[in-house]
């Protein structure tokens, strides 16, 4: 995924909390996506960083250092449809460049 | 308000034919990005078109072609296809403003099975 790197497999257990991280090169950045995959189906957007800082969107929150090149998606109150793949991907020179994603299994 | 609208869903075809993949934006968005997604792996990029104009383009050969059409629907065109090429194609619609690409909204994708 063009050097954006993000763990394969995550395992957490329902009702816990997990951070996702995702480090990238910094050349040409214009912002940083972080999407949800469910198996067979198309992405669903979460969030978009432009910015240094924390966005919280509920139980999803997006962590941004533009200077570190390195993101987290962060997952409050784990619920079962939760597992799925979280998919970074990177807005570069009007290109988005996405990593191999993470796929995160959720435990009873 | 609809989404991002893809057609068809499915498709079959065998080695060396060609195929046109269709995808309707979300309404009021001007730029349509295509991606192809196999198995496993994220959605790689393959072109960005913003008002009828190519924006950016991926790593894929000649073979790969787009265009946006006035009312910024979208085709992508595949010459002489290759069993590689089977894959789930993904559009995706977004509203440039001035912090360029800010929400970018994925189509159900069209599934592609070359034999």
């Known amino acids: 995924g063009q050097n954006i790197d993000q763990p394969t497999e995550m395992t957490a257990t329902e009702g816990a909390i997990v951070q996702i991280n995702c480090t990238y090169q910094?050349?040409?950045?214009?912002?940083l996506f972080w999407y949800q995959q469910h198996a067979g189906e198309a992405p669903t957007f979460l969030s978009y960083n432009v910015l240094d800082g924390l966005e919280e969107k509920g139980r999803f929150s997006s962590f941004l250092s533009r200077s570190k090149g390195y993101s987290y998606l962060l997952l409050k109150e784990l619920q079962m449809k939760d597992s799925a793949s979280y998919l970074c991907?990177?807005?570069?020179?009007?290109?988005?460049?996405f990593g191999k994603g993470t796929r995160l299994h959720i435990l009873p | 308000d609809a989404g991002v609208t893809q057609s068809p869903t499915h498709l079959i075809k065998t080695r060396g034919q060609h195929v046109t993949l269709r995808c309707s934006p979300i309404?009021?968005?001007?730029?349509v990005s295509w991606y192809q997604q196999v198995l496993g792996q994220g959605p790689q990029f393959i072109f960005q078109?913003?008002?009828?104009?190519?924006?950016g383009r991926g790593n894929f050969p000649d073979r790969f072609s787009a265009r946006q059409f006035p009312n910024y629907s979208s085709e992508l065109n595949v010459n002489a296809l290759l069993l590689g090429d089977s894959a789930l194609y993904l559009c995706a619609s977004s509203g440039l403003g001035d912090r360029g690409l800010h929400e970018q909204y994925f189509g159900p994708g069209t599934r592609l099975t070359v034999t």
């Open positions: 991907a990177v807005n570069r020179d009007d290109k988005i460049i």
């Open positions: 309404s009021g968005h001007k730029s």
């Open positions: 910094t050349s040409g950045f214009n912002g």
């Open positions: 078109y913003y008002e009828k104009e190519e924006r």
